[in-house]
Structure formats: C-alpha cells, structure tokens
C-alpha cells in the first residue's frame, strides 16, 4: 500500500505553546488529505480536510484558528496546534487518498501530543 | 443514534479460532466499506475495501456487507496472537479522493497462545 509519514512520532510541551505535525505522503501525490484526532480507547474523529492550494476545510466544532492547516505541496501537509491546551493532548493522524475512486485511504503512523 | 455501531469489545479468543467482528450502521448512503487494524499508539493499516453488497476474501480474512441489513462483517479464520489489534470499520458514501470515512469505535481483540 501507500505510504505516509508523520513527523514527530511523539512530542510533549507546555501548555500555551504550539506544535507543528508534519505528513508526507512518500510514494504518491495527494492533492487531498486528511487530519483525524483519537483519544483513548475512542475511534478516529475527522478535524479537517487538507487541499493542495486552497483553505482547509474543517468539521464542525473544530477551531480552525486553533488547528492551522497547511497544504503547500502534493506531498506535504502539515498541522499546527496553536496556544496549545492539556485537554488538546491526543494523538493525531494524518491520511491520504491515492488515485482512483476505488483506493481508500492510507494512514500516518500518528503522533502522539502530550500538553503538559 | 450514532452512525456507525461496533462492539468495542474487549474480545478474547485462543489462538485458532475463527473470529468475528462486525459493525451496524444508519447512514443508507454508504457505498463504500473498510476494515482497518491498528496496533498500539500505531496508525490503523487497511485490512479489506468493499464497494457495495457481498463478500470479499484476502487470505485469513473475509469482509461480508449486507447493505440490506445495514451490517458488515469481518471474518479471521485460524487467528494468530499477531492478530491482536484493535479492528476497526469505516465507510463512506462516495469514491474518489475527496470522500470522508466515517469510523467506528473499533473492537479490542486479543488472540492467546
């Protein structure tokens, strides 16, 4: 399958700064690609869609001046937490679509956000 | 009522036997259907994709829909500790690159020696 890749893996601050998450996509274009955010023993919860070029496209009750997105290139998006809170400590994955209508999505390995 | 159902479980099998998951949902617009594992603090990893109604077989795993009964399956035949994951649905109501996945809660299984 595709692959993605997420950087850091694992990150800790303090409460009130921000932290960029990177996602690549190695082996594919992605003109579209997705943020979800899992806590504990819950599923994954889609935050926003990324697109290549243009705004990010937000779920409701997600703070886009919060969770700044960046979609620069094809084979980059990345996340930024702003003024980061503890209740913001989660893990947050990154997918990507590959080509045609009958692919699916290919998860990041996650990043795991500890606001201390 | 939510639109998509899973017994999150946790779910103990020996190592074996033949395990099933499965996953109800709402939403009749759902065309499209996946299984993911994912390990530990790992991303989840497609297992199988189903477009529409019917079964699909990879190996130890066979994907069932039944979009009649607003129901999918996941079989593992003679299931490996290696197996233990937590297995989790997902499932759109387009293709393409723009869909949205819409998740389950995902079953916690694990396969003893």
């Known amino acids: 399958g595709a692959v993605v890749s997420q950087h850091p893996s694992w990150v800790i601050c303090k409460s009130g700064t921000s932290v960029k998450i990177e996602c690549r996509s190695l082996?594919?274009?992605?003109?579209?690609m997705f943020w979800y955010r899992q806590f504990p023993k819950q599923s994954l919860m889609l935050m926003a869609t990324?697109?290549?070029?243009?705004?990010?496209?937000?779920e409701q009750g997600v703070e886009k001046d919060k969770f700044l997105i960046n979609h620069a290139s094809l084979t980059l998006s990345t996340l930024t937490v702003t003024s980061a809170h503890p209740e913001d400590s989660s893990f947050y994955i990154c997918?990507?679509?590959?080509?045609?209508?009958?692919?699916?999505?290919?998860f990041g390995p996650g990043t795991r956000l500890t606001v201390l | 009522q939510k639109e998509v159902e899973q017994d999150p479980g946790p779910l103990s099998v020996p190592e074996g036997a033949i395990v099933s998951l499965n996953c109800t949902y709402s939403?009749?617009?759902?065309?499209?259907f996946m299984w993911y594992r994912q390990y530990s603090r790992k991303g989840p990893e497609l297992l199988m994709y189903?477009?529409?109604?019917g079964n699909k077989e990879d190996g130890r795993f066979t994907a069932q829909v039944d979009k009649s009964s607003k129901y999918i399956s996941l079989f593992i035949r003679d299931s490996q500790p290696s197996d233990s994951a937590t297995y989790l649905c997902?499932?759109?109501?387009?293709?393409?690159?723009?869909?949205?996945?819409?998740f389950g809660k995902g079953t916690l299984l694990t396969v003893n020696p």
């Open positions: 997918s990507g679509p590959v080509g045609s209508p009958t692919d699916t999505q290919y």
């Open positions: 082996d594919f274009q992605a003109t579209t």
């Open positions: 990324s697109n290549e070029g243009s705004k990010a496209t937000y």
């Open positions: 939403n009749s617009a759902f065309q499209y």
């Open positions: 189903t477009y529409s109604s």
């Open positions: 997902a499932m759109s109501n387009s293709g393409g690159s723009n869909y949205k996945l819409t």
